[in-house]
């Protein structure tokens, strides 16, 4: 397993992906602006994280892209959507499940892909990486209440209906 890390990311992305059709497009729709914010935010970091060397990414997919560019096109992209799915509208619960997760990626997973050589800790610990999750999974859920209560909730309104056409003799 050591010699295919670009294998495994592929794998990553790709299984991520493939879950997408069963959120649903109106949950895909909906959950999009909360998931891309997010992702550009941490495609930011991702330039502050190797500026101060948080951490090396050892391997990445396509070689040319922002170092995180597997984790954001896959398991968070696809997680954030499914997680926002199943838990939007009750933020306790978001909370947790994101904790849950962030925990999840957080130790068990990072130290598999540090041993398989995708990348390594450096000057951010693991326990403030998982805080770090934890306050941009408060950013992401945050942009969508605005999102859901300035943006999609003006589009929703419908539009004042027209008057009928009408000839006055002016015309």
Request: hydrophobic letters at 50%.
């Amino acid at each position: 397993m050591k010699k295919k890390p670009v294998l495994v990311l592929w794998i990553m992305v790709f299984s991520s992906i493939l879950t997408l059709p069963f959120l649903g497009w109106k949950h895909f729709k909906r959950f999009l602006p909360g998931t891309l914010f997010m992702s550009i935010l941490i495609a930011l970091e991702s330039i502050v994280a190797e500026k101060y060397k948080w951490w090396a990414i050892y391997k990445k997919i396509p070689p040319y892209f922002v170092n995180e560019f597997a984790f954001i096109v896959g398991p968070f992209f696809a997680g954030s959507l499914w997680i926002l799915r199943l838990t939007y509208g009750k933020i306790y619960l978001y909370f947790l499940l994101n904790a849950f997760v962030d925990a999840v990626f957080v130790y068990p997973f990072s130290a598999l892909f540090e041993h398989i050589g995708i990348f390594k800790m450096k000057k951010m610990s693991r326990h403030q990486l998982f805080g770090l999750f934890l306050i941009k999974s408060l950013l992401m859920y945050g942009f969508q209440a605005m999102w859901e209560k300035y943006v999609r909730k003006s589009s929703a309104k419908k539009p004042e209906q027209e008057r009928p056409y009408s000839m006055s003799p002016a015309e």
